[in-house]
């Protein structure tokens, strides 16, 4: 079994920063993309960030400049680094892991989602 937990949300004013991790734990072979998505109320879900475990990051436009997504691998770990929050960032976010468990079959994952509420 494959658990994936979140955890580093929470409220902070404008212009603050916040910290998302997302930790992998269970009979993992390997794990290839970690991603960061994000779903605001009454919107649909998008992704934020992607690290691939070979190959350049991938960011939202709107998030350039002010993210920083990162991984760990020792730790089977995938960061988010948020500075410049804007009100536009709240939102629930979620980490995705791409994971390659023993004896089964490449899975995507889903953290359980941690709330960030970007106001003053």
């Known amino acids: 079994q494959v658990q994936v937990v979140e955890s580093g949300g929470g409220l902070v004013q404008p212009g603050g920063s916040l910290r998302l991790s997302c930790t992998a734990s269970?009979?993992?072979?390997?794990?290839?993309?970690m991603g960061w998505y994000r779903q605001a109320p009454g919107k649909q879900r998008e992704l934020v960030a992607a690290?691939?475990?070979?190959?350049?990051?991938n960011y939202a436009d709107s998030v350039k400049g002010r993210f920083t997504v990162s991984r760990d691998n020792a730790k089977r770990t995938v960061y988010l680094q948020m500075n410049s929050l804007k009100p536009e960032d709240t939102a629930v976010y979620y980490c995705?892991?791409?994971?390659?468990?023993?004896?089964?079959?490449?899975?995507?994952?889903w953290g359980q989602g941690t709330q960030v509420t970007v106001s003053s």
């Open positions: 995705q892991l791409n994971i390659q468990a023993f004896l089964a079959t490449l899975k995507d994952y």
């Open positions: 690290i691939p475990n070979v190959g350049s990051t």
């Open positions: 269970g009979s993992i072979f390997r794990i290839y993309t």
